[in-house]
């Protein structure tokens, strides 16, 4: 997990409170990646972005909304909580060129929305 | 569009029998494919990727797979498994023709019995 760091590493939420993700890195990369886990279905993607100041919609990106304004951050904002968002969330970029190279991942964020 | 298959959930062995997880992927491009582990409670460790380099990948820990066009699979293999292994494999197809997306299979929990 080297170069990508996330915060908080565990958060308890009550439905319809607010909370940020954030997500930093010190690789110099331009692309990066939001995820969340779920027991039986893998990581699926949230929201990415392929430089500073764009975002991108990935598969699953409802009730959800990220801010890329510098190359090193890029947070994940839950305006309000919902229980189907209890999950992991892991933050990811790329070791090199996207889609050639393995991604690198945080050590995750552990959400439960009671 | 690329998706990936996992074809098993969960795969039981015994120690020091072989290993087989069964991967098939579908792309519309040349793709990149990874193997990723995950022990419990942790983050995603990459265990070996095909890049278009040769066709049998060796990885971490005596893991390797095979890429095979004419099958669209991917599957990962190791002659004889360890009780350090039992964890989740994930495989991950991604898309090289700039969209910069990593699609996740849902996984597969590798149960070893001693």
């Known amino acids: 997990n080297a170069g990508v760091t996330q915060t908080p590493k565990f958060q308890v939420l009550k439905t319809g409170q607010s909370m940020t993700l954030q997500c930093a890195q010190d690789?110099?990369?331009?692309?990066m990646y939001w995820y969340r886990q779920d027991p039986g279905m893998g990581l699926r993607l949230i929201y990415y972005s392929a430089s500073e100041g764009t975002t991108d919609k990935g598969e699953v990106p409802n009730g959800y909304n990220v801010s890329r304004l510098n190359k090193r951050e890029f947070s994940l904002r839950l305006e309000s909580a919902a229980p189907s968002q209890t999950s992991v969330y892991f933050c990811?970029?790329?070791?090199?060129?996207?889609?050639?190279?393995?991604?690198?991942f945080g050590p995750g964020t552990r959400l439960t929305v009671l | 569009a690329q998706s990936v298959t996992q074809l098993d959930s969960h795969v039981s062995v015994s120690e020091g029998t072989p290993v087989l997880l069964r991967c098939n992927y579908s792309?519309?491009?040349?793709?990149?494919l990874f193997w990723y582990v995950q022990h419990p409670n942790k983050g995603l460790q990459l265990l070996l990727k095909y890049t278009s380099a040769a066709t049998l990948v060796k990885g971490i820990n005596g893991f390797e797979a095979e890429f095979k066009k004419s099958e669209t699979s991917f599957h990962l293999t190791k002659p004889s498994a360890h009780m350090s292994d039992a964890a989740e494999y994930f495989c991950v197809v991604s898309d090289t023709s700039g969209t910069y997306k990593y699609i996740f299979g849902t996984g597969t929990r590798l149960k070893v019995l001693a």
């Open positions: 990811a970029i790329p070791r090199g060129n996207p889609g050639t190279n393995e991604q690198f």
């Open positions: 690789m110099n990369h331009n692309s």
């Open positions: 792309s519309s491009y040349s793709p990149s």
